[in-house]
């Protein structure tokens, strides 16, 4: 079964400190990991996505199938990224192709 | 500006009764979840459709949760009786099947009283 963890509820840092959300899977095959994101008052949204390799806002996320981690790192927190990150992963194949399963959530409070 | 719309968008109701949640997902997407999320469990994965034919809805409560897709432009979530622990937020999602991005909905914020 795949699984999605995020060790952390709450995460607080100070403006222009870097960050680091933590997520770690778990699956028998090949994973697709995102990162997304919930601002106040808006719904969820892609923030990344680790086949792409981009930069999103000054975030990055690398996978890591060694230690099954997808990581989310920014040099330097803005009180903009305060808000609710989810880590997910999707089923690439199989009979449950395409199911998103997502962790716990990560709040992030960036301070002044 | 195409976009997964819920209704209804807060729900306050009484233990026992009946809920019914909709959900219409972007035109043209083959694929739709329902999600729930609290504080303790994050957002669980309750249910998801390829083509309106439910694949897998394993995290679902099945003695008093139902989800239907009765046409490609409605999914429905039932919950019949209704409890206090189904206080939550309940949100749908759709997307293509082989892209990998999910559009969601703004959520329905359900209080069981």
């Known amino acids: 079964a795949q699984r999605v963890t995020q060790p952390e509820k709450l995460l607080s840092v100070f403006k222009g400190a870097p960050v680091e959300l933590k997520c770690n899977y778990s699956?028998?095959?090949?994973?697709?990991l995102f990162w997304y994101v919930q601002y106040s008052r808006q719904r969820l949204q892609l923030l990344l996505r680790?086949?792409s390799r981009e930069s999103i806002k000054g975030f990055t996320a690398d996978l890591n199938k060694g230690e099954t981690s997808f990581h989310l790192k920014k040099p330097f927190a803005q009180e903009e990224d305060s808000a609710m990150y989810y880590c997910?992963?999707?089923?690439?194949?199989?009979?449950?192709?395409?199911?998103?399963?997502f962790g716990q959530g990560t709040i992030l409070t960036v301070h002044p | 500006d195409a976009r997964v719309t819920q209704t209804p968008r807060d729900k306050v109701t009484e233990m026992g009764q009946e809920v019914t949640m909709r959900c219409q997902p972007i035109l043209g997407h083959n694929t739709v979840f329902w999600y729930r999320q609290t504080m303790m469990q994050g957002l669980e994965l309750l249910a998801y459709?390829?083509?309106?034919?439910?694949?897998?809805d394993s995290g679902m409560p099945k003695d008093r949760f139902s989800a239907e897709m009765p046409d490609a432009t409605l999914a429905t979530l039932k919950i019949q009786p209704s409890e206090p622990r189904d206080s939550a937020v309940y949100f749908c999602?759709?997307?293509?099947?082989?892209?990998?991005?999910?559009?969601f909905g703004q959520g329905t914020r359900l209080t069981v009283v």
């Open positions: 680790h086949i």
């Open positions: 459709f390829r083509n309106r034919a439910p694949l897998d």
């Open positions: 999602a759709s997307g293509l099947a082989r892209n990998t991005e999910a559009f």
């Open positions: 699956y028998s095959g090949s994973p697709e």
């Open positions: 997910a992963l999707r089923n690439a194949g199989g009979t449950s192709y395409g199911k998103l399963t």
